[in-house]
């Protein structure tokens, strides 16, 4: 079993920055691919960012691309996501995931989810 907990949610203005952490626990001998959604009020979950574990290859969406920056911690299965820039429209629950079931780490299809995180950018 695997648990993920994530952190650094808050408040901020827009055009401010916050940083999420996710941290991994349990059995953490694999490595896993892991990877930011988000959901927004009333919408449905998007998919915000990704990293191969292996290769270290980063995936955007287009709306954060250039803003957000998904990074691996020195510890195993430990990710961050810096966000700069932010707008209203980044408002949501910003989950983490760990070890996708398929190659397309866009997909929201995930062994492992975190509980989630608020982050809320007033204008």
């Known amino acids: 079993q695997v648990q993920l907990v994530e952190s650094g949610g808050g408040l901020v203005q827009a055009g401010g920055s916050l940083r999420l952490s996710c941290v991994t626990s349990?059995?953490?001998?694999?490595?896993?691919?892991m990877a930011w959604f988000r959901h927004p009020p009333g919408k449905e979950r998007e998919f915000v960012a990704a990293?191969?574990?292996?290769?270290?290859?980063?995936y955007y969406a287009d709306s954060v691309k250039g803003r957000f920056t998904i990074s691996r911690g020195n510890v195993k299965n430990t990710v961050y996501l810096q966000m700069n820039s932010l707008k209203p429209e980044d408002t949501a629950i910003y989950y983490c995931a760990a070890g996708p079931k398929f190659s397309d780490l866009r997909r929201g299809d995930y062994y492992y989810w975190g509980q989630g995180t608020q982050v809320t950018v007033s204008s």
């Open positions: 990293i191969n574990w292996g290769s270290a290859d980063t």
């Open positions: 349990g059995r953490t001998e694999f490595t896993y691919s």
